[in-house]
């Protein structure tokens, strides 16, 4: 098995997949870590995945404006945006 590799097609969607990605990372070694909180190394690599989805938020903020409601804005940007099938 070999799993397909997603492609995107612009910077934003990129972004968002990175995005994904980390999450997913960090929910998986908060699991490992359930039964292995002793294990340094995946701890470092947790707070790594951590840092890199801040950035990328952050830079997704930055570019293309909030990810989610919650997040602080100095502009609403969603109804400035197309919708994704009026792309």
Do not use: M, R
């Amino acid at each position: 098995y070999a799993p397909k590799e997603v492609k995107t097609s612009n910077q934003k969607e990129a972004l968002l997949l990175f995005i994904q990605k980390c999450d997913l990372a960090i929910q998986d070694l908060n699991l490992y870590l359930d039964i292995a909180e002793k294990d340094e190394e995946t701890l470092k690599l947790l707070n790594f995945y951590k840092e890199e989805l801040s950035k990328a938020k952050e830079k997704y903020l930055n570019n293309f404006g909030q990810l989610l409601p919650c997040q602080k804005t100095s502009s609403f940007k969603w109804n400035d945006n197309p919708f994704p099938w009026e792309e």
